[in-house]
Every structure is written in C-alpha cells, then in structure tokens.
C-alpha cells in the first residue's frame, strides 16, 4: 500500500510549512495559529482550541468558528492535515520538528534548534501571546535538560570538549540555570582556564542580582572558593536534583504562656475562643497544641478563594468530619447534602437542587452528628470563610454556648489574622464578645527573650542579630534558621532586615522549573488543588506533576494538597510575572470548567485571566445556579457584575443581566434594591420589547406595594411600548400584572378578563413559569370572589408546572396561595401542608416573604387548634421581621389576640388588639381586626355591636362572601338565628364547607330548646363536616360540644361518646397545643373549658 505524502511542519526559527512536493504554503494568522498549537500541544479538544483562538467570543461562537476554519484549511491545502472529532490533532503525515525536542529517544545531536515562532507575534490574542511565551519556556527546559545530561555524560567519559560545548548550549537555553553554571566553570577548570571559570561566576551572581535579587546557592559558591584556591575538584553531581529545605528541628511553642492562661479562663468558661494575630504570628500552632492538651480535636480551615461560591468552607470542613469520625449520614441527609457534595447521592442519581434553607438545616444536624465525639474544634484561617459558612455554623452553635456541656457542642478555637476578617465575621465575634460568649486573645510579636529561646529551641545558639531582626516575628525566625542552614548570610543589623516575604522567593526561586511551574499553578488555583488538577491546569504528563509535587513537599512549599503557609502562597503568587499569571488563570478556568466546579469559582478565573466576556458568561451562570436555590442576594450580585462586564465592552448580553437582576431581587423583600434594580433595567432600555420588560418590572413593584392605580399605569405604558411586537409571553406578563392591578382597585370582572387574555396568549406556547404564573392570578382573582372550588384545580396545576420546570422560587409563592385557598374552604390540613412545602423551598434572608410566609403557617397551625406553634410563629414575626408595609405586625397582633381569645387569655388579647388598630392597614385587613375584637366581646358576654359594624362597613357594599358569613357567625354567637341562617346559606351558595360547618354549629345551638329535631340535623351535618373540615371561627372542640348539647336534651344514644370525645380533644389541646402559661387560662376561663366543666353525661332514656 502506498504511503501518504509527507507534509513538514516547522516551528523552531519560525513557521514554515512545505508541501510534499517542496513548495513553501503561504497561511492566514489563524491557521498558522491552530497549526502551530496543535504541533506544540499535540493534542486538544475542540473547545480548548477555539477557546485559545478565540477568547473573547462564546463556546459555541468559537468552535463554529473553529470548524470553519479547520475546513478552510483543508480547502487552501487539497489536504486534510488534522484528525480526530472532539478531540483534534495534526495527522500522522504531517512531520513536525518540536516534537524531536520531546521525543524520549532523541539525542543532543538530534535537538533542532531555534526559538519556538520566532517571527510570529500574536498581537490580537493575548491568550496565544501568553501561551507562546509559556510554551517557549516549556521548550527550553526540555532542551535544557536533555543538554545537561548529554554534558553530564560527556563529562564521565572525559570528553571535556563536547561537554563543554554542550554546558554552554545548556546556558544559551536556560541563562539562570546554576546546574549549568557549575557544570561550565567545572569544564573550564579543568581544561586550565580557572580565570574564565571564576568569570562565569561573576555572571551567574550578577545575573542573579538582577532577575531574581538572589544570591547563588552556597555549593556554587564553594566551587568558586575551590577553584580560586587551585584545590582538587569533587565528583560531578547528577545534572539536576531537588532543592530541600534544610532540616531544624522541631521548634518549641515559647512566649505565648500569657495568651495560654487566657485561654484557658475562657475554657473553663466555655466561651467561644478566638485567637488573632499577623501573619505568621504563630496562631496556628498555639490554637493547636492547646487543643490538642484538652482530648480529641477536629480541625478545620477556610483558604483563600472560599468566599466566591457559598458552603466551600463547610462543605471541605465536613468532608474532614466526615473522614475523622467515620459517620456513615443517615438517607435523609444524604440527599440534600449531596449537593455539596455529589459523592452523598445515591448510585445513579443526580445531586438535586436544594433550597438555601432545606440545605442550612441539613447541614446543621450534619454538624451536631459529626462533632458528637469531639472535644474541641479548631477553625483556621477565619478570614477567609465564605458568608453563608459562617452563617450557618454560627446559627448552630448560637443555642450552645457555654460550649462544652453534655450535650451540647463542643468547645471552639477560631483562628484568624489581624484586621482581615469580613465584615459579617467580625459583627459576630463581636456580639459574642459582648455578650461575654468569647474571649478574643490577639498574639503580640515575641520578646527577645521568647526569640532567643525559639532559635535554641532548633538548635541555633548565636544568632542574636536573626533575633533582633526579626522583631519577633516567629515565622520569620524559622525562615531566616532555613536560610543560615542554606549558608546564606543575612544581615544583622537591625534597621536592615530582610524582608520575611523576600526570604520565601529565595528558596522558591531554587526550584526546578517545573516545581515552580507546579507552585505557581496552585498558587493561582488558591484552593482545593491537587496534582490532577494541576496536571490538566498545565497540560503536562501527571508523573512529571507528581515528581514536581514531591520536591516541594521536601522544599516545604506545599504539605500535601496546601500550601506549607499562607505566606508561601502569597510569596509564590507575588513572584508571578503578568503575562503568566493570566495564562495560569486562564488554564484553571478550563480545568475547573472540566471538573464542573461552581460557576462563581470559574467566572473569577477567567475575570483574572483577562477574559471579561467569558468572565460574564460565567457570572450569569453562577446567578440562575444561586437563584435556583433561592439565594437571591448572592443571585443579584452575580448578575450585576455581569451586566457591568458586558457593558465595558459594549455587549449587547448586558440588558439581559440587568433583566435577570431585577427579576431576582424582584422576589426579596428590598424595596429599595428592587426599585433601583428597575431604574437600572429602564435606564438602558432601548427597543420596544426593552421598555415593556422595565414598566412590568415597575408594575410588579406598585403592586407589591398595593398601589393599584399606579401599577395599572406602568402595565399600559409597557403595552403601549410593545405595540403589534410579536411577543406573546411578555405581552401575557403585561395583561396579567394589568389583571392584578385591576383586582386591587375592585374592578374583578375587567381583571378576570384580562387574566384569561394572558392565559390564551400563553396555553398554546406549552409549559412555562409564565403561564404557571397567570393560572396562579386567575386562581387568586376566584379566591377574592370565593370561588374556591374553580380555584383549587388551577392552583395545583400551577404547582405541577412549576414542579416539572424546577422553578422553586415562584413555585413558593404558588403554594402559597394554594394554602389560603384551602384554608378558606376549611381544609386546614392540607393548607397546612401546602405552606410547610412553600417553607421547605423559602430562603430564609428574604425578610418580608418569610415573614407573610410564617403568618399564613400561624394562622394554618390556629385553625387545626395547633395553638403553641400559631403564636411562636406569631410572636418571631412581631420580634424578627421587618414590616415594610407599615401595617403587618398590627395585623399580626390581631391574630395572637384572637389565638389568646380561644384560650381564655382575655387581658393578653385586649392589650394587643387595642394596638392591632391600625389607620394604615387596608380595609379588608382591619375589618378582620374588627371581627376578632368583637369576638373577644362575645366571649366575655359583652356586646359585640360596635366592632361588627364597622367590620360590615368595611367589608364595602359588595362584601366577600366568605367575611361577611364570618360576621354573622359572630352574630349568631350573640344569639341572631336570622343570622345564622344567612351563614348557611353564603356557605351553601359559595361551596364553602368550613362555613358551613360554623353555621350549622351555630345553628344546633339556637335551636337546641327551640326546634330539638331541626337542632339535631344541624348537629349531624356540622359533625359529618367536622371530619373533613376546620369550622370558621371555632375550635373543633366546640363543634363536639354544641352537637352534645343537642344530643343530650334529645336523649341520643351517642351523646356520651360525643362528650368523651369533646373532652379528649381538650386534653391532647391542652397538653400538646396550649403554652405552659396560658394552660391555666385554657381550662378554668376558655368558652370550651367552661362548658366542658359544666357539662354531666346524658343518659339516655329507655321510655
């Protein structure tokens, strides 16, 4: 078979490509680009291709982009140079010379020379510009060491000409190389040429100074005194071998015996201790070798780099729990734990998303399981922590303190640096601290007598001038012992001391290049790295990585997957040139991308790495991920960088970040945020579809604040900008917002049509949280009319879409409104569960949606005569949450007055209603505030009159069905039939079962001496409803109580069951719903204790 034609392919000198047929081809910059990539990488997806040709474009732009020009090329050559699919590479025809340069086999003979791309300059990509110097570097370092070690052989075998020769070669490709400088001034010293040896000394120390501010390493300075002197010269070492930290010994915790005194009061005390300090202070080591005099400690660390995605800190911290104590987490905390941490969920199933406040409970009982064999906890490296770790450890151990107690938690040692802390970490020690919860110790410098004993301690005796230079600092001292162990002289005077920073570099800076190149990447990384991450960062062999890893483990740069210090992170990062930092950024975005780490992490990345675009790109990702689980703030903010991102370059992507940072915060509780963020969307609106978005957003806002007539004017200002658009579900958002406007001002029939011109605009389009939305509306305009039954269907179909879309924001609000609509009816159970749901899906920081959210649980937990939870719910809205709208706690009041009323707490309910009388709440509100008050009248034997009357006025002229049948149940209970009758019959006529229920309650009553039969049939039906349905305004115990009443003067067979199961339905309220202090109350002055008391089982007649 005949062979292919060969095609050649150099880059070394600069780019040439020669036909088979020796004709030179004459490319484009971007094929000379992709060819001179693939021949140097070898390999590489399409992805990261285009993303290197292209990187300031989207993924998808670039590869298509890509995948023109590849065909392109095919087209210019008549050949097809490349194979593979996803993952590209030149063909096996193609012969390329850098490859020779990585070859294992090829000799220093075979090496071609020249500097790679020579006569190319990648001035429109400065990711090819970056890559280029990289890979320059990358090339002359294996150049370099194939050299040395073909010098090293030639030396062996006496062959000085050929080695020196080669030395010198090595030296034109790796000019700060000391390996080779030795090599050359050992080969011309023994040629007899010892001055222009010591010459190339001179070089190496001036070079040295100059690049790195170093001096060299003291066995090149030995040879150089060895060779001024004429002395016999060593055997040749193997042409490279790692740098090692010098070996002390293991220095001596001295001069903290204050601060341990300290910490120990605050121990006994079991306050929360915090140990701060500078840099290098020693924190660490005094927080651990405390902790570790005290029994078995847990210890965990925040690192640089947490603070972009929420949880990073506790997610690493529980990982570590996890590894220490071997706890196996039970199923229902696996699940939503998973994801943080997909390794948790079940084989074959997918992390789910979970709510900010599912996860935060989750987390907590995970938290109090994995520290219950704990004696202390050291935390390290606070300032770094990420908020919502703080948040969620901090609302766990709030309820602990003093630390230490049978069961509780265990005691705590926070660590952290000096006047570094965030904001919302130093507002809690804080409060602790003034709280006499935590004793907060700050570490002072070592005295000079501390220092000397610290330098014996690792067996220097004489260095008073380290001593006195190092001002105290611990960690200095230690590097400064590396560096005399290194034989380095430092000075000793102390107004010049080296910098501790400075220190660091020195010994970084005697790395292999490849360990620096390692050191670097996970400095970049910051967190979380390890060799396969660091591998695929640098696209190099991971043996290489490991091998790199090792040395600088021994150089005591890195301790496993961590740096040794924070300072050696921060030294080896500052010693980043520009150009490599942003490549190296760049590189982390792509393996990270690779890894689907969060989105936050890479957008950051990629923002350092220069690339603003795909930066943004990113940021927007990171916005819906956090707004899927309901973290709105955070949602916002990634949204707004965005948009800021996208308008630097005048992308059009802009609006739509804008728009989706105005949606999200439009489910918060700020005001103020939520109208900027519209300002923010109206400002920059531009086309006709651009302005309507902004005047819904505004009508959503009026709304919000019950300003109808105003939010109906935003909607048709958007309407009128959309003009004949073809936009179907922004014009169905409009003519729903324009709906609810309309039902605020009372207009329901215009509202109601307006509702199902959106939901017809929206049905054929198939699901969408839009048309979810407006069934929701609708549901909620027959809600207000009492058409509850129409309701509840299109309420649950709501649920269902927005459960099949995964939209758990909205999905809240719906059930929400599902709740109300089945607590109207009566069925209290499932409103119940319904809000527990909504709960469930809530983020706790949005302080006005909880708070409505825990009123409408109160109220649900009320009506099953779940007395206790209704007014904790209650009284935390009254003591926790903000009340924007001015008048909710005065509503609030008036539903604690009324659960008090139930409980014969009379005095309790009178002072809070006297405040629930608010001018400023609507009137539909008040008028409920109305009817609680005369219900309180009514159950101390008063006259009602006053406050049913003007509940009746408020209600309007056109009064909802269901309020108005609630004021003549009170009626009733003051002893009107005609009443009571007209409750049956707006129960009967509006389906409203928990109506009903009262009114046939009600009703045996009245005609319990009047018309006995009629009494009766009421008692039956109120009891057949009773199974299924909470009354309105009564206890189910009361309905029990009137149908005995009935039973006994007719002498019915199941009057005493009925009794006994009045009476157990007291005592389980009693004893599991009513708080300890108003018990008393419940069963010596409530309606239902009273008559319960007064009540004697019936026996009935046998006549």
Not at 108 to 121: F, N, Q, S, Y
Not at 249 to 275: D, K, N, Y
Not at 972 to 986: C, F, Q, T, V, Y
Request: a negative charge.
């Amino acid at each position: 078979m005949k062979s292919a034609p060969t095609w050649r392919l150099f880059v070394l000198g600069g780019f040439k490509l020669v036909a088979p047929d020796g004709r030179k081809i004459s490319l484009g910059d971007k094929q000379v680009a992709l060819l001179s990539y693939l021949a140097v990488e070898g390999s590489a997806t399409r992805s990261q291709v285009a993303g290197a040709l292209w990187p300031d474009r989207t993924e998808a732009a670039a590869r298509n982009n890509l995948a023109q020009l590849v065909k392109r090329t095919r087209t210019t050559l008549e050949e097809n140079l490349f194979e593979g699919m996803e993952t590209l590479s030149l063909a096996p025809l193609v012969d390329v010379d850098v490859r020779r340069v990585f070859d294992s086999s090829s000799s220093a003979a075979d090496l071609p020379e020249g500097t790679l791309l020579a006569d190319v300059v990648f001035d429109d990509s400065l990711d090819l510009a970056d890559w280029l110097t990289v890979q320059r570097e990358r090339v002359d370092l294996r150049r370099a060491r194939v050299l040395a070690l073909a010098a090293a052989n030639a030396e062996e075998r006496e062959d000085f000409a050929t080695a020196l020769e080669l030395a010198r070669r090595v030296l034109d490709t790796d000019p700060l190389s000391e390996d080779a400088h030795r090599r050359l001034m050992r080969l011309l010293y023994l040629q007899g040429e010892p001055r222009r040896a010591l010459e190339v000394y001179a070089r190496l120390q001036d070079v040295l100074t100059r690049e790195l501010r170093v001096q060299p390493m003291p066995e090149t300075g030995a040879l150089a005194a060895l060779i001024e002197r004429g002395g016999a010269l060593p055997v040749a070492r193997p042409a490279s071998s790692p740098v090692k930290s010098p070996a002390i010994h293991a220095p001596r915790l001295v001069g903290r015996e204050v601060q341990w005194q300290e910490m120990e009061r605050a121990w006994q005390a079991g306050q929360f201790i915090i140990v701060a300090g500078d840099p290098g202070m020693g924190k660490t080591r005094l927080a651990t070798d405390f902790a570790a005099s005290k029994g078995r400690v847990l210890f965990v660390e925040a690192r640089p780099g947490d603070s972009l995605v929420p949880y990073t800190t506790t997610t690493r911290s529980m990982r570590g729990a996890l590894k220490t104590s071997g706890l196996d987490l039970p199923p229902d905390l696996r699940g939503p734990l998973s994801s943080l941490m997909p390794d948790l969920a079940p084989p074959g199933e997918s992390p789910p998303d979970v709510p900010d406040d599912v996860l935060r409970r989750a987390l907590q009982r995970a938290l109090a399981l994995t520290l219950a064999n704990v004696d202390v906890c050291v935390f390290d490296d606070m300032q770094f922590a990420d908020q919502a770790s703080i948040d969620v450890g901090f609302e766990f151990i709030d309820a602990f303190f003093p630390m230490g107690r049978a069961g509780g938690v265990p005691h705590f040692v926070a660590v952290h640096r000096s006047h570094e802390l965030p904001e919302f970490t130093r507002v809690i020690f804080e409060r602790l601290e003034r709280a006499g919860q935590a004793a907060w110790l700050h570490l002072p410098p070592l005295d000079s007598q501390a220092a000397r004993a610290l330098l014996e301690s690792v067996g220097v005796g004489d260095a008073q001038g380290l001593a006195d230079a190092s001002n105290g600092h611990p960690l200095f001292l230690l590097e400064g012992v590396k560096a005399i162990a290194s034989g380095r002289e430092l000075s000793t005077s102390p107004s010049v001391p080296p910098k501790l920073g400075q220190l660091i570099l020195d010994r970084v800076s005697r790395l292999s290049k490849t360990a620096l190149h390692v050191a670097r990447a996970s400095a970049v990384l910051r967190r979380d790295f390890t060799p396969e991450l660091v591998s695929r960062m640098l696209t190099a062999p991971l043996l290489d990585v490991a091998d790199a890893w090792s040395e600088l483990e021994e150089a005591q740069v890195l301790s496993g997957e961590r740096f040794h210090h924070d300072l050696v992170a921060e030294a080896v990062s500052a010693g980043i040139p520009a150009s490599v930092r942003r490549l190296l950024h760049r590189a982390a975005a792509r393996a990270l991308t690779a890894d689907a780490a969060p989105a936050a992490r890479v957008a950051w990345h990629w923002r350092e790495g220069g690339q603003d675009l795909e930066a943004a790109t990113w940021l927007v990702r990171a916005g819906d991920a956090a707004r899927t689980t309901l973290r709105l703030r955070e949602a916002a903010a990634h949204f707004e960088d965005a948009a800021r991102l996208f308008e630097a370059h005048e992308d059009s992507r802009a609006f739509d970040a804008w728009l989706r940072r105005a949606r999200t915060l439009a489910l918060a509780d700020d005001l103020e945020a939520r109208q900027a963020s519209v300002n923010d969307v109206l400002e920059r609106a531009v086309s006709p579809r651009e302005v309507a978005e902004g005047w819904l957003l505004q009508a959503g806002l009026f709304a919000a604040t019950n300003a109808g007539p105003r939010a109906e004017a935003s909607v048709r200002r958007g309407l009128e900008a959309l003009g004949d658009e073809e936009a179907p579900n922004l014009r169905a958002s409009l003519l729903s917002d324009l709906s609810a406007a309309l039902w605020t001002q009372g207009r329901l029939d215009d509202a109601e049509v307006a509702v199902r011109e959106a939901l017809a605009l929206l049905e054929p389009l198939g699901p969408s949280s839009g048309l979810a939305e407006a069934l929701s509306n609708l549901a909620v305009l027959l809600d207000h009319q009492d058409r509850h039954h129409e309701a509840e269907p299109l309420h649950r179909r709501a649920a269902q879409l927005l459960e099949g879309l995964g939209d758990h924001s909205l999905l809240a609000v719906i059930l929400c409104n599902l709740a109300v609509c089945l607590g109207e009816l009566g069925n209290g159970r499932e409103s119940l569960t319904a809000l527990q749901r909504a709960a469930a899906l809530h983020e706790a920081s949005a302080a006005e949606g909880s708070a409505l959210l825990r009123v409408s649980l109160g109220s649900a937990h009320a009506d099953l005569g779940q007395y206790a939870s209704a007014i904790e719910l209650f009284e935390r809205v009254l003591q926790h949450d903000l009340d924007p709208s001015g008048w909710m706690h005065d509503y609030v009041r008036g539903l604690l007055a009324n659960v008090f009323t139930t409980l014969g707490s009379y005095e309790r309910a009178e002072t809070l209603l006297k405040r629930a009388l608010s001018e400023g709440m609507p009137d539909s509100f008040l008028a409920r505030v109305h009817l609680w008050a005369a219900r309180l009248r009514v159950a101390r034997g008063e006259e009602p009159g006053r406050d049913l009357a003007e509940a009746e006025r408020l209600l309007g002229a056109t009064p909802r069905p269901l309020l108005l049948g609630r004021v003549r149940l009170l009626q009733a209970a003051h002893g009107s039939l005609d009443a009571a009758r007209e409750a049956l019959e707006l129960g009967s006529k509006f389906d409203l079962p928990g109506l009903r229920l009262g009114a046939h309650t009600r009703l045996a009553t009245l005609l319990r001496r009047v018309d006995p039969p009629e009494a009766a049939e009421h008692a039956e039906r109120a009891l057949r409803l009773a199974r299924a349905y909470e009354p309105a305004d009564l206890s189910k115990g009361e309905v029990l109580l009137a149908a005995f009443e009935v039973q006994a003067l007719t002498n019915a067979a199941e009057a005493e069951e009925t009794l006994r199961r009045a009476r157990e339905w007291f005592t389980e309220t009693s004893l599991r719903h009513v708080p300890r202090e108003a018990s008393a109350d419940f069963e010596a002055r409530s309606f239902i204790g009273r008559a319960l008391a007064a009540s004697t089982p019936r026996v009935p007649s046998t006549d």
